[in-house]
């Protein structure tokens, strides 16, 4: 008897922020499912401090480890531009500008490992 795959859509929180996210179950009786996941680019928008003296800070919306890092300091980005990739929950996460400006600051880099509300990124 043939298995279709079955893909089920969830929306789960991580401190108080709201995922999306589709999982795909494989497998058939008899076996161990195996389950892959996707999530929704997570958005900077909401996961910042407001803007201070020292320019908007941009803070890790959940634990992870930073894989890729698409800015530098002195980089001029748009609001919804990649700053960085995060690993969580076994997802590969893009983090975006929430706003137009300057880099100003990186306080990570690749291989970091962050936790929720760590500082990453200040942009002017």
């Given at each position: 008897?043939?298995?279709?795959?079955?893909?089920?859509?969830?929306?789960?929180?991580?401190?108080?922020?709201?995922?999306?996210?589709?999982?795909?179950?494989?497998g058939?009786?008899?076996?161990?499912?195996v389950?892959t996941?996707?999530?929704?680019?997570?958005?900077?928008?909401?996961k910042?401090?407001?803007?201070?003296?020292?320019?908007?800070?941009?803070?890790?919306?959940?634990?992870g480890?930073?894989?890729?890092?698409?800015?530098?300091?002195?980089?001029?980005?748009?609001?919804?531009?990649?700053?960085?990739?995060?690993?969580?929950?076994?997802?590969?996460?893009?983090?975006?500008?929430?706003?137009?400006?300057?880099?100003?600051?990186?306080?990570?880099?690749?291989?970091?490992?962050?936790?929720?509300?760590?500082?990453?990124?200040?942009?002017?």
């Amino acid at each position: 008897m043939l298995n279709k795959n079955i893909m089920k859509k969830y929306v789960i929180t991580v401190n108080g922020n709201k995922y999306e996210v589709e999982v795909e179950e494989t497998g058939s009786v008899g076996t161990k499912p195996v389950s892959t996941a996707k999530a929704a680019p997570v958005t900077a928008a909401t996961k910042v401090s407001k803007p201070s003296v020292g320019g908007q800070k941009v803070l890790a919306p959940m634990p992870g480890n930073i894989i890729k890092v698409s800015v530098k300091v002195g980089d001029v980005v748009k609001k919804g531009q990649g700053l960085l990739v995060f690993e969580a929950m076994k997802m590969e996460n893009d983090l975006t500008s929430p706003a137009d400006g300057t880099i100003a600051e990186i306080k990570i880099g690749v291989g970091s490992v962050i936790a929720a509300g760590d500082l990453l990124v200040v942009i002017e």
